[in-house]
Nanobody
């Protein structure tokens, strides 16, 4: 059964850091592009960062540039999102998703996880 499972979310103070994990089950990560998305209360789901099967990566939101880093370890079938200098506006449910192509489009991903909640608050 194909599954993506996010973990690593939680409550963090402004300025703090978290590392999210996206663990993949039922398929081999190395053939897929992975995207991280987030959805804040009352807002649409937006792209955060994307990394292709060739290790090319890009941030999908200007608001996370210089603060968030996406990476992957195909041997562990796991992708990561390192988040630093967190702000209250980063509060959201964070989702990872996989696609066989090389582009992370919110409506074009093949598989989704159920999300992990990140709350940035003092």
């Amino acid at each position: 059964q194909l599954q993506l499972v996010e973990s690593g979310g939680g409550l963090v103070h402004p300025g703090g850091s978290l590392r999210l994990l996206c663990s993949v089950f039922g398929f081999t990560l190395e053939h897929y592009t992975i995207g991280w998305f987030r959805q804040a209360p009352g807002k649409e789901r937006e792209g955060v960062s994307c990394i292709t099967f060739n290790d090319d990566w890009t941030n999908l939101s200007d608001s996370v540039k210089g603060r968030f880093t996406i990476s992957r370890d195909d041997a562990k079938n796991t992708a990561y999102l390192q988040m630093t200098s967190l702000k209250p506006e980063d509060t959201a449910v964070y989702y990872c998703a996989a696609v066989t192509g090389s582009t992370c489009l919110r409506d074009g991903m093949d598989y989704w996880g159920k999300g992990t909640l990140v709350t940035v608050s003092s």
